[in-house]
């Protein structure tokens, strides 16, 4: 599968935007899916996923409460809403996709998208 993400971007502090990931060459249904994030100087930190159904999210504590993962599997599409932007949110968000097959984890990743919050 490749995922490709969109909608990053310049956005003042208390603004929003939502991040897509697309998947091709692939079912998304397959892939338990998930959002990261690289600040610069820093190490990629995990900050949400999703199950293969929907039936599960999970979010790291600094954004709870103000993003949203969702996922639309008819259109091989992950969603992240990002509202209340703080600029400690300005970073490159990827999207990874997991999924088992024949007893291997298969990871993969997205390129990444800039989203930039100024105060």
């Known amino acids: 599968v490749q995922l490709v993400e969109s909608g990053g971007g310049l956005v003042q502090a208390g603004g929003s935007l939502r991040l897509s990931c697309a998947a091709s060459?692939?079912?998304?249904?397959?892939?338990?899916m998930g959002w990261f994030r690289q600040a610069p100087g820093k190490e990629r930190e995990f900050v949400a996923q999703?199950?293969?159904?929907?039936?599960?999210?999970s979010y790291t504590d600094s954004v709870k409460g103000r993003f949203s993962i969702s996922r639309d599997n008819a259109k091989n599409t992950m969603y992240l809403q990002m509202n209340s932007l703080k600029p400690e949110d300005t970073a490159v968000y990827y999207c990874k996709g997991t999924r088992r097959r024949l007893g291997s984890l298969l990871t993969y990743w997205g390129q990444g998208t800039l989203v930039t919050v100024s105060s």
């Open positions: 999703i199950s293969r159904t929907s039936s599960t999210t």
């Open positions: 060459q692939g079912d998304m249904r397959s892939y338990g």
